[in-house]
């Protein structure tokens, strides 16, 4: 059986691929804030299981077997944060922390009344799916906002899965009222990389990395 220290680092090495990272040990070791030696001994213990593999350049990538695990914690840390925003009422910018806690300790059961509750199609508070879908870091219609077009309606569809850690990042969204299901406008973008936006009536400015974080869909309704 799997170990929590297992299950995180298919985890991560599922979330970086769902932004379409590719995936290397020392990436990992950043991600997860721990060292590239014990990043080194986690993915040793996989590589023997079958649940990872490595292409020629080193890069990471699930077999089928980790694929499954991962998607399951992952879909349990979502649902926690869903029970946490739509039920306690929590502000979605401060539930991923609370959400880290809760994944190990949703039982089958409790994941499948909770899939009943909030729909199998749906997303988390970020809004990243519930089940992640291959191919990996393939989001179809999505652009991120720092590439979007200028003066053209769009949705905020999610925010990148690997900074849903970075609180201060998130609160900062929070304040702008930027997240998925806001409509927004990028009004310009100017030479030293910020872009001007419009949404909810205000005009607020952000960095282009900030923008490169946000991922949005054209609105046709907007």
């Known amino acids: 059986m799997p170990t929590i220290a297992s299950e995180n680092l298919l985890k991560a090495i599922l979330e970086l691929s769902e932004?379409?990272?590719?995936?290397?040990?020392?990436?990992?070791?950043?991600?997860?804030?721990?060292?590239?030696?014990a990043v080194s001994m986690a993915l040793k213990r996989l590589l023997h299981r079958k649940d990872i593999r490595f292409t020629p350049r080193k890069t990471i990538l699930l077999t089928p077997k980790g694929f499954e695990q991962a998607c399951a914690l992952v879909r349990k840390h979502r649902l926690a944060e869903r029970l946490l925003v739509d039920v306690l009422h929590m502000p979605w910018e401060k539930v991923h922390d609370e959400a880290e806690k809760l994944e190990h300790a949703i039982s089958p059961e409790l994941e499948a009344r909770l899939l009943e509750l909030f729909g199998a199609a749906g997303t988390c508070p970020h809004g990243s799916p519930f089940t992640p879908q291959m191919p990996l870091g393939q989001h179809r219609d999505e652009v991120a906002l720092a590439d979007a077009p200028v003066n053209q309606p769009l949705l905020v569809v999610r925010i990148a899965e690997l900074h849903e850690h970075e609180e201060n990042f998130l609160e900062s969204l929070a304040a702008l009222h930027l997240k998925p299901g806001t409509t927004v406008h990028v009004a310009r973008k100017t030479f030293d990389g910020i872009l001007e936006i419009k949404t909810g009536g205000k005009n607020v400015s952000v960095s282009q990395l900030t923008g490169s974080r946000i991922w949005v869909r054209h609105s046709a309704s907007a």
Request: avoid cysteine; charge should be neutral; aromatic fraction near 6%.
């Open 19 to 37: 932004d379409g990272e590719a995936v290397i040990a020392a990436r990992l070791a950043q991600f997860l804030r721990i060292s590239p030696a």
